[in-house]
């Protein structure tokens, strides 16, 4: 965009900015309720995880989760703009799982949001868990149809309400 105004500033100066519009960002960042506690005991129990993110700037992804503690936990991370696709294409949810070493159907996604990671996670082949305590909140955040969002939602191999539910699920298998 900047270029067809006539611009073009050193790409040095454009992420420098980004960087520092995100870090401010980061400062209204916080993890879920449990969300340490949980990944520690998915890691004692020897799960591998992963991130799939629709984020628009990678570096935001690692920042965030290293400023919440939590990136020692993941294996991979894998963001849309990384990849060039959106979250929407069940390519990046295949790209991360092969990343990881494993086939789709050994995976499972875990997300808050029920057309991008239920859906989507599952038209990839993998099993899914709905994290729905704030669901209603990120389908207004997307406009949204609530009833639509909802039922595809319920469509997830398990539905959870707060993250200590997690381990449970899984163990009850997927």
Request: proline share 5%; glycine share 8%.
């Given at each position: ?65 290293e400023s919440e503690g939590m990136r ?103």
């Open positions: 965009v900047l270029e067809l105004m006539g611009y073009t500033p050193p790409i040095d100066d454009i992420e420098e900015v980004v960087s520092d519009l995100e870090r401010k960002c980061l400062l209204d960042v916080a993890p879920v309720s449990g969300a340490l506690d949980t990944l520690q005991r998915l890691r004692d129990a020897g799960y591998v995880m992963g991130v799939v993110s629709s984020a628009g700037w990678p570096p935001f992804v690692e920042m965030a989760l020692p936990f993941f294996a991979e991370v894998t963001t849309s703009a990384g990849e060039g696709i959106y979250k929407s294409d069940p390519v990046i949810f295949l790209r991360a799982v092969s990343r990881l070493g494993i086939e789709p159907d050994e995976a499972v996604h875990v997300g808050d949001h029920a057309r991008f990671d239920v859906q989507t996670a599952r038209s990839a082949g993998l099993h899914t868990v709905w994290f729905a305590a704030h669901a209603q909140r990120t389908a207004h955040l997307h406009n949204a149809d609530w009833d639509s969002l909802s039922k595809q939602g319920m469509e997830a191999d398990a539905v959870i309400y707060a993250l200590p539910e997690l381990l449970a699920a899984l163990e009850r298998g997927l």
